[in-house]
T-cell receptor, first 109, second 114 residues
Framework: DAKTTQPTSMDCAEGRAANLPCNHS???????VYWYRQIHSQGPQYIIH???NNETNEMASLIITEDRKSSTLILPHATLRDTAVYYC??????????FGPGTRLSVLP | DTGVSQDPRHKITKRGQNVTFRCDPI?????LYWYRQTLGQGPEFLTY????????KSRLLSDRFSAERPKGSFSTLEIQRTEQGDSAMYLC????????????FGEGSRLTVL
């Protein structure tokens, strides 16, 4: 079973930041937080992952709370092409990825 | 381009027929996964290979399902005696060993059982 809780859906205005929350209150010390997204009719795409520290790459930023019980994926300037289902996954290194239903993000013009 | 190719992209079959899907990862990706995804759900893990060894199988993988990776390169997933409940997207994913651990997914093979 997925160890995360995410809102079912969210809307975001084009050009604005999209902040996608994820709750993982039972996360253990050796579990990483991963984010993937899935655009309609495509396979999931890796976005970012982290353990304790905040992380940033060319796609997004990942903010992990100090107690590691929740995190937020930030898309700084959402575009229409960011409309997708976003999955938050916690995983011990080497284990399989367990996907939940994710958050359906709609970026509106 | 993730380097993971799946074939066919779409398959329509009648109940009771056998179907086979193929996945071709790049050579550096020695770990290969099969997932199944139904409408509105996230991908569900089916099975995992490291090189040619099948190391883990989900209980979702009934005895009608079989997966192989004979030379540690491409993999096949066969479904025998298909049922309407097998209709889903079958996703293949791969990764290397000593990297960030991220999975690279193919585009998927969509199965429709009539």
């Amino acid at each position: 079973d997925a160890k995360t809780t995410q809102p079912t859906s969210m809307d975001c205005a084009e050009g604005r930041a999209a902040n996608l929350p994820c709750n993982h209150s039972t996360i253990s010390g050796n579990e990483y937080v991963y984010w993937y997204r899935q655009i309609h009719s495509q396979g999931p795409q890796y976005i970012i992952h982290g353990l304790k520290n905040n992380e940033t790459n060319e796609m997004a930023s990942l903010i992990i709370t100090e107690d590691r019980k929740s995190s937020t994926l930030i898309l700084p300037h959402a575009t229409l092409r960011d409309t997708a289902v976003y999955y938050c996954i916690v995983r011990v290194w080497g284990q399989n990825f367990v996907f939940g239903p994710g958050t359906r993000l709609s970026v509106l013009p | 381009d993730t380097g993971v190719s799946q074939d066919p992209r779409h398959k329509i079959t009648k109940r009771g027929q056998n179907v086979t899907f193929r996945c071709d990862p790049i050579s550096e990706h020695n770990r290969l996964y099969w997932y199944r995804q139904t409408l509105g759900q996230g991908p569900e893990f089916l099975t995992y290979f490291q090189n040619e060894a099948q190391l883990e199988k989900s209980r979702l993988l009934s005895d009608r399902f079989s997966a192989e990776r004979p030379k540690g390169s491409f993999s096949t997933l066969e479904i025998q005696r298909t049922e309407q409940g097998d209709s889903a997207m079958y996703l293949c994913a791969a990764r290397g060993g000593a990297n960030t651990g991220e999975l690279f997914f193919g585009e998927g093979s969509r199965l429709t059982v009539l």
